[in-house]
């Protein structure tokens, strides 16, 4: 899941990034609205969090421009204005929720959880096979063995299992879990598939991560693999 953050003070900036991240998240920061909007079309985010004050231009009017495009995730709108006129301006103007700082950061987390889970028609339990992941609850269990996941393996694995069957890149799967671009020399995701592997495929005789040729991964049983260029895992 991939989070846009829009927030001036460096701060703020900084305290939401570390615990999105810490809880699994993608981020990309913005300090203003029109790098915001740039973002913003030029790349596809799960959740936006907006800050209303913004040093070149209102985070309504940011709001707007990013509810003009034909598909937009759900935002929610992070603002020292508490009045009751400003929540309700926000929500009519295309928000979807709208926290009033100070806040705590479980708060914060579970509404982000709550805008991710209702913004996309997709179950908040996946199940391959065996392999089963609770998205709410964090928890993966394969033949009803628990198994313990860091975030970024969980998010890779929860990345591979919304898309069942078809072929991931490693730079589809590394824009989609890091904040960072792929430059084609990294290994990152090779490393993370191999702990994945150790932890979920290699004491079970039905592998479910497999590497496709020229592409990338994917994850499926081997019965639904069809005519896909699989190489045999190693």
């Known amino acids: ?3 846009l953050v829009v927030e001036d003070e460096k701060r703020i900036q900084d305290f939401l990034s570390r615990g999105l991240e810490s809880a699994g998240y993608a981020v990309d920061v913005a300090g203003n609205g029109a790098t915001a909007v740039e973002l913003v079309h030029g790349a596809e985010y799960d959740l936006i969090i907006l800050d209303l004050m913004l040093p070149d231009m209102d985070g309504l009017s940011v709001l707007q421009k990013i509810r003009n495009r034909k598909t937009s995730p759900p935002v929610l709108i992070l603002s020292a204005r508490d009045a009751v006129d400003d929540r309700v301006k926000g929500l009519e103007l295309g928000a979807d929720d709208y926290l009033v700082k100070p806040f705590a950061f479980v ?5 982000v959880r709550a805008r991710l889970r209702r913004g996309q028609p997709m179950p908040e339990r996946l199940q391959v096979g065996d392999l089963l992941l609770d998205c709410i609850r964090r928890k993966v269990t394969r033949s009803n063995e628990n198994v313990e996941l860091a975030p970024k393996e969980f998010s890779i694995l929860e990345y591979l299992m919304r898309n069942r069957g078809r072929p991931l890149s490693r730079t589809m799967i590394v824009e989609h879990v890091w904040d960072m671009d792929y430059d084609g020399l990294t290994n990152i995701v090779d490393v993370y598939i191999r702990h994945l592997r150790s932890k979920i495929d290699d004491k079970f005789p039905i592998k ?3 590497t496709v040729r020229g592409i990338g991964y ?3 049983t081997p019965d639904k693999l069809g005519e896909t260029l699989v190489e045999q895992d190693k």
């Open 107 to 111: 708060e914060l987390l579970a509404r």
């Open 218 to 220: 994917m994850l499926d």
């Open 208 to 210: 479910m991560i497999h």
């Open 1 to 3: 899941m991939r989070i």
